[in-house]
Structures are given as structure tokens and as C-alpha cells.
């Protein structure tokens, strides 16, 4: 997982994060990756998955051809070797 660090943050901003994540019950490292990933992946975005069963439909796919796609084998791929 990444890490950031944040430089010259106000002191008033950090105040209303600690404040903000108080509120919330969480420490202020928690509210500031709720914060961040509210605003990078809002809770109303189009989804891939979403998008192309949209398309298959309207190239004509009914939901029962869409049902193949459930079916196909989900277990993790080996990674290559190369020995």
C-alpha cells in the first residue's frame, strides 16, 4: 500500500481534520483517507462492470447470453516462470 506525506498544511486545516475525524471517531490519518477516497472514487461513478453490460445490451446480449460470463473459471492465474 502507498504512503504520502502531506507538506504545508495549514495549521487551521490540520485543526478541522482533527476536529472533522473526532466527530467521526476515527484518528486523523483515518479521516483523511476516507477524505481521499471519497473524492477519488465518489460513490456514484460508472463502474466497468456496469458499463459493459450496458453496452451488451444494447448490442442486443439478452441477460440470459450475459449469464456465459458468470460461468467462467475464476480461480487466480499462475504467475509466468521463466526458469
Known amino acids: 500500500m502507498a504512503s504520502m506525506t502531506i507538506r504545508n ?3 487551521e ?3 478541522a ?3 472533522r475525524a473526532a466527530l467521526h471517531g476515527r484518528s486523523t490519518e483515518a479521516e483523511v ?3 481521499l ?3 477519488a472514487k465518489p460513490a456514484g461513478r460508472i463502474q ?3 458499463l459493459l453490460a450496458d453496452v451488451g445490451r444494447r448490442a442486443g446480449l439478452a441477460d440470459e ?3 456465459v460470463f458468470e460461468q467462467r473459471d475464476k480461480t ?3 504467475p509466468v516462470r521463466f526458469e
Open 33 to 35: 483517507r476516507a477524505i
Open 17 to 19: 481534520l482533527r476536529v
Open 9 to 11: 498544511l495549514p495549521d
Open 65 to 67: 447470453d450475459q449469464a
Open 37 to 39: 477516497e471519497e473524492a
Open 48 to 50: 466497468l462492470g456496469s
Open 13 to 15: 486545516v490540520h485543526r
Open 76 to 78: 487466480p492465474a499462475e
